[in-house]
């Protein structure tokens, strides 16, 4: 329910197509018809952001006189000022200046529908909750007192699901049972996706198709994005969305926040926990530190319809054993898994390491690979106190091991935060390099030259494979205890934790270290 850009790129000619939709097109010209032949109707829209309302609205109000007023977040007495031109212009009608409050204007062009049929459309309704509430009472005595002796098509949406539910459907809400039919229009089904690739890719692949409906859920206006920058292969599509300044970036935190206003931390919360492999209400509690969550599961399931309750296939209706929560918006869930918990990454590819979340990756990269040092330090001195309780070739293969990991976390944070090509700039040697540490203590390492800290690395590297020539992957000529063979099976291929050597800090792994 789009206008999307269609094209041959040789001719540069754009083409705008309205695609889906055609029942909601429909009951909206359906509508249309009866307040303009008998008598006033109201008809709403609702949604959640980019899906498309207003398009619709225009695409089956189009060739009709339509008084289209958006409710920004501004005082009631500037909105009214900008409406009083807007209805002026459009109806071709004298409206008059000081009109106080929206009601009032509202009144004003109903007494004009005595005479005239048209259409107003009404969109972001759910503002006057921040504006001023009264209105959704004003404009029910409104409905009530002119309905039956207007023509006015009266179309009202808005983005808020939630808040405009709660509007129309709530029987304590004044507007309850006002609205001739509510429309809640979904994202794009696979088949409308489909359509689009057909018609402005030509040739694409089955991978291009998945991507677009993984990465836009089938949400319009994210259809239209992709269409109009002419990115609709996979590998397109995933650089539009990762670009510097992309929508995509904020895009969840940005619906998220309209939804629940200001307070949609523990909601934003719960969501990321669900995307992130959490989906039962225990687990998600858990990760939230214990805090009960069956108030929140509820509202998001059933008033803001943004997760799905599962059950195993045979579970009897109505039980709360093995209930799954899963994100039902496919761009939300998207979203949390693949923008949200990876924005660091986004950041870093940015170059923007002043932003937060860039500093912040940073420092644990920097603390994680330090805190794993302090740790190996700690059982290499451990292994000096108390090794002796070991057998010799279980020893040796623990303290290679160790060693060989002290020396990876130390070339991991050279090759991170230190100065590179060192081949070809030999003054580099003299200068400080990272702090290397060696023994497990609270004392603060003093930073050595490139030069020392290298040669400690190379140190740790050749004592490392020194004591790995235990391993039983080494194949070198090396002798062995005559009882090596039975230790050997006993501990690495009986045993639990030493089981597949080809995945550990083997000997061969250490050369490869080595060489690196």
Partial sequence: QQRLSQWPLRKQIIIMKFYN????????????????TQNSRMIVVTGRRRIGKTSLIKEALKGTPTVYLFIGRKAESILVTDFVKIARETLSIFVPEGIPTFTNLMQYLFEVGKTRAFNIVIDEFQEFYNIRPDVFSDMQNLWDEYKQETKI???????????????????????????????????????????????????YSNDDLLALYTLTGGIPKYVELFCDNQALTIDKMYDFVFSENSLFIDEGRNLLITEFGKNYGTYFSILSEIANGHYTQGEIESAL??????????????????????????????????VRYVIGDNFLNFWFKYIEQNRSYIELQKYNFEHNSSKNFIQAVWAKEYNIISETNLLLESLEKKGNILNPTLYNVIKGEALAIRAMCHFDLIRLFAKGNLAERREILTEPCIPYVTEYSKEITDQQTYEATLQLLHQDLNDALSYLKSDPLYTGTEERPEDYEDVTDNIFFNGTYYKGRETRLSYPAVLLLNAR
Avoid: W
Avoid at 21 to 36: D, G, I
Avoid at 291 to 298: E, F, K, V
Avoid at 304 to 316: C, G, Q, S, W
């Fill in 21 to 36: 939709r055609e029942k909601e097109v429909a009951e909206l010209k359906r509508v249309q018809e009866l307040a303009f």
């Fill in 289 to 322: 530190g214990g805090t009960a969550i069956g108030g929140y599961l509820s509202k998001l399931e059933n008033v803001y319809n943004l997760i799905t309750r599962e059950r195993p296939i045979f579970a009897k209706p109505g039980t709360k054993k093995n």
């Fill in 153 to 203: 098509n009266l179309v009202i949406s808005g983005s808020v699901y939630s808040l405009m539910q709660k509007i129309f459907t709530d029987h304590n809400e004044p507007l309850f049972g006002r609205a001739d039919n509510i429309l809640c229009l979904r994202a794009f089904k696979i088949s409308v996706l489909k359509q689009i690739m057909e018609d402005l890719a030509s040739g």
